[in-house]
C-alpha cells in the first residue's frame, strides 16, 4: 500500500466522525509517529510504499480512532507549548486556552521580573502548568496540587521526562487548607456546571476523567470561592492570581475577587470569549 492510498484508506474510514481536513491533519499527526516523517516528507512520498507492519499499525490506529478516542490517548503524547507531554485516560487533554493562560501569566511574571517567585497549580492534571513555568523560570519553587493520584503520577513523569524539579501534593483543595504563602497562583480547576453536561461531546464525557472536567457540586463557582478565599491568608501582597473560567460565568468569577485582590482583570481568549480572570493583591 502507497503512503496516498493510505490516507484515503483512512480519510474513507474516518469521515463518518470527522471532516475531511481533521482526517488529513490526525494522518500527518500518524505520519509522523508511526513512520517518523514530518508535513515536508509526506507531501513527497505519496507513492512511497508502506512497509506491511507499519500499514497494519496505521489501521490499528484508525480503529481506535473511530472509536471516539482522542488521538492524544491512542499515542500515549501530546504537544502543549512547544513540549512533549504524556497523556492517558486519567489526565485531562491539554486544551489551547490553557496555553493562552500560560502566555499570560509568562507575560505577567516577566514585565514584574520575578525570577525566585513561589508558585502554586492548583488541578494539576498532566501537570503542563508548573512544567511549562518551571521550564520558562528555573528559580521559581513551583508546587502543584491534584486530587487523582493516577493524575500526579502522570505529571511526575512529565516532569521527569523534563529533568524538573515540582512539587508535587496529593490534596483534596476543597477540603484541606493550604500550608504556605505564594507569590502565584494558576488553576484550570473544573469549571463545567452539571446542568451543562449535556453540551459536552460525548467522547469527551466517554473517554476524559469527569473529576477533571465537572464541579462536585451543582456549584460551578466552588473552587473559584475557596480560591478567593486562600488569597485574604496564602497569597503574598503583591502577589498574582491567574485562572481559566467557564466563559458563561466571566463577570460572577470576577466578582468574587474584587474584595480580596486590589486589581482584577477579566480577559478573552483569542475566540473572544470569557475566559480567564487575572489579578493583583
Ligand atoms: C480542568 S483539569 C486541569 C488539568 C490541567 N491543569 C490542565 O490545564 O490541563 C482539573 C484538575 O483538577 C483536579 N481536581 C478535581 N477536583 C480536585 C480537588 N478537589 N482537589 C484537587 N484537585 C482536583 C482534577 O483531577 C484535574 O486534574
Redesign the pocket.
Known sequence: MTISELKQFSKQQLSEIYTNSESGELFSIFCSSILGMDKFELRNSQEKSVPEEQAKAFEKLICELKTGKPYQQILGETEFYSLKFFVDEN??I?RPE?EELLELTISEIQKRNLKDTKIL??????G??PIVLKNKFPQAKVSA????QK?LETAKKNADFHKLDINFIH????EENLSEVYDIIIS???YIGMDEESEIADSVKEFE?K???FS?TSNPLIFYEKIADDCKNHLAENGMVFLEINQKLGNETKALFTDVLSEVYLVKDISGNDRFVFGKK
Not at 490534596?171 to 476543597?174: E, G, P
Open positions: 489526565v485531562l491539554p490553557t497549580d492548583i488541578g494539576t492534571g498532566s503542563i502548568i496540587i491534584d486530587y487523582s493524575a490534596q483534596n483543595y476543597l484550570n480547576p473544573p476523567p473529576m477533571a472536567l462536585p
